[in-house]
Structures are given as C-alpha cells and as structure tokens.
C-alpha cells in the first residue's frame, strides 16, 4: 500500500520562484494536511483541508497556496519562494480531523536560495 | 494558547528504561499523541492517549497522562538502539469545529551501549 506519497523528495529554488508540493493518499481519507517542520519548532500547521472542495488555513500559511480538487490529491503551492520557506515539508491524511491517526508522508526537503 | 513544551534531549543506555515528558496547555483536547520520527522518515504514530485516560499500555510503551497539571509521558521499557529517533508530543484542541494538531518540538532520544 502506497499511504501518503508526497514528491519532490527534495528541492532547491531560487528565490521568487515558485512550485508545487504534490501530495497524494490512496486511502480515502478525507482530512488532509500540510506542516512544515523547522529545527527545534516542531511541525507546524501550514493549511488543512477537510474534504474535496474545502481547505482553511493553519498556523503558518503565508506564502503558501492549497486546493482540494479530488478526495486523493492536495498539492501545495509556493507563490514566490523565499529563504525564510528553507524547511522540511510533510503531508499528512487521516480518516477525518477527529481519528486519532494520521498518516504522514516522507517529506520534501525544500532549500530556497 | 496553545502550546506543546518538552525537553529537546535525552541520553539512556540500552536496556535501560526510558521517559520522555511533555506538557500541553488547551485542555479541550480530545487526544493526545505520541510520534516517532526516524532519520529522514515521516512521523509514525506510536500511540496515542484518549483524554479520560489515565495511563494506556500497549508492549514496551506505557503513556501517563496526569489532566490536572496537563503532562503527558511516554515511558518505553528495555530501549533498544532501534529506538533511538525523534519523539513528538501532541495535542488535538477542538476548534471551529474541528481537531488540529499541535506538535512539541520534539524530544531527540540517543540509544548507546
């Protein structure tokens, strides 16, 4: 079973460039969820979505973009890199924001210089 | 507010037992969890707490959870090398409507003979 499968592995912008951060999950899973992970900061809440067609915003999201097209897909977007965006990336599904287990994916190591 | 505090390190030799403490602030929290984070991996969820619970046990893992003061630990018996990782605190305040998880900064646990 393939869980959460999140691509690039790794990346390297230049700053003002933009990309998008693909994450998918074949476990119909209606929660969705990206973090961005800094040393000593733990992961923090980039934007959630709760099922197709709806998403809101966490903790951290300027900068970033998210849409919900389909229940497996929920990619994310970085408008305009900056080095301030130098992080490690996860996704993360579960059945609904309320189970207590969520899946992660392995992460994209993204280096904006 | 809402924040998730535990100490950054923690040095045990093998065979010896483990304890890692976390403490949490929003005491609307319908669970609280324990991650692991291998080098270069996803999170993976060890266990988790439900928050009428005072202790849950599942193998070599024994979490305590003491509401009054809001701490959480995570106690693994006989720690093998294979644990050593990066152990994540969380908890899921309830809020607009739904639960989100807010992550400590993570406890860097070392495994040495």
């Given at each position: 079973n393939a869980g959460v499968t999140q691509t690039p592995k790794f990346q390297v912008l230049k700053t003002g460039q933009s990309m998008t951060l693909q994450c998918a999950q074949?476990?119909?899973?209606e929660y969705m969820s990206w973090y961005r992970q800094d040393p000593g900061m733990g992961l923090r809440l980039i934007h959630y979505s709760v099922g197709a067609g709806i998403t809101d915003q966490g903790e951290v999201p300027n900068g970033y973009n998210v849409s919900r097209s389909t229940t497996e897909d929920f990619p994310l977007r970085l408008l305009s890199a900056a080095p301030s965006q130098t992080s490690v990336y996860f996704c993360a599904s579960s059945?609904?924001?309320?189970?207590a287990e969520a899946f992660f994916g392995q992460g994209t190591r993204l280096t904006v210089v | 507010g809402e924040d998730v505090e535990q100490s950054l390190f923690l040095s045990v030799r093998e065979g010896d037992s483990s304890v890692i403490n976390c403490t949490y602030t929003d005491s609307s929290s319908t669970y609280l969890y324990w991650y692991k984070q291998e080098p270069g991996a996803g999170l993976q969820l060890l266990t988790y707490i439900f928050s009428n619970m005072d202790m849950k046990q599942d193998q070599r893992l024994t979490v305590l959870l003491n509401k009054k003061d809001k701490h959480l630990s995570l106690r693994i018996a006989?720690?093998?090398?294979?644990?050593s990782a990066i152990y994540f605190c969380a908890e899921s305040p309830f809020s607009g409507g739904y639960n989100k998880l807010i992550f400590g900064a993570g406890t860097r646990l070392a495994v040495h003979p």
């Open positions: 074949d476990m119909n899973h059945y609904d924001s309320l189970r | 006989d720690t093998q090398t294979g644990d």
